[in-house]
T-cell receptor
């Protein structure tokens, strides 16, 4: 299957600082990547859709100025949590979509291993 | 109403048992359906896509009922290694790249 990496896997930061998380598709080009957040024992919540070369599309309730997304190339998207607070502590997971030819019914998402953020 | 709903479980079954999970979705225009598996503190991994005609992959069988807007996953001959959270995933009709996740059903297979 396709490989998606994330870095760092775990980060602890102080309240008020910013943290950047990288998501890379290692063996395929991903025009679209997704950023999710997952709290303990809860479902993945889509935060934003990242499109290469254009602005990200944020889900309702997600502050775009707080969660900065950059998709500079077909293999790299970054999420920066600015001025982090303890309530931002969560498991952040990116995914990249890989389609099968022209079929619009073959969307599958491949997930990175996630980044566990702890804000103290 | 949530877009994708699942029974959170937990389902505790003995090895060798057959277990079934259901998932309902609210958007009748949804096109793509998947089951993902997520182990504790790990990322979700694709288990199988769900096709209109139903499909089987070894001990796993997935079914789709568009009329009632639900999908199911059947696991036969459960193994200890099947213990995980199973996520139902449905795409949004507005964007075929936009998947919506259920909260997951927790399965524990015991010896």
């Amino acid at each position: 299957g396709a490989v998606v990496s994330q870095h760092p896997s775990r980060v602890i930061c102080k309240s008020g600082t910013s943290v950047k998380i990288e998501c890379r598709s290692l063996d395929f080009q991903a025009t679209t990547m997704f950023w999710y957040r997952q709290f303990p024992k809860k479902s993945l919540m889509l935060m934003a859709t990242s499109n290469e070369g254009s602005k990200a599309t944020y889900e309702q309730g997600v502050e775009k100025d707080k969660f900065l997304i950059n998709h500079a190339s077909l293999t790299l998207s970054t999420l920066t949590v600015t001025s982090a607070h303890p309530e931002d502590s969560s498991f952040y997971i990116c995914s990249a979509s890989r389609t099968s030819g022209m079929s619009r019914l073959s969307y599958e998402q491949y997930f990175g291993p996630g980044t566990r953020l702890t804000v103290t | 109403r949530k877009e994708v709903e699942q029974d959170p479980g937990p389902f505790n079954v003995p090895e060798g048992a057959t277990v079934a999970f259901n998932c309902t979705y609210s958007n009748s225009a949804s096109q793509s359906f998947f089951w993902y598996r997520q182990d504790c503190r790990k990322e979700p991994k694709l288990l199988m896509s769900v096709y209109s005609s139903g499909n089987e992959d070894g001990r796993f069988t997935a079914q789709l009922n568009r009329a009632s807007q639900y999908i199911s996953l059947l696991i036969r001959d459960s193994k200890l290694s099947d213990s995980a959270t199973y996520l139902c995933v449905v795409n949004s009709s507005y964007n075929n790249n936009d998947m919506r996740f259920g909260a997951g059903t927790r399965l524990t297979v015991k010896p």
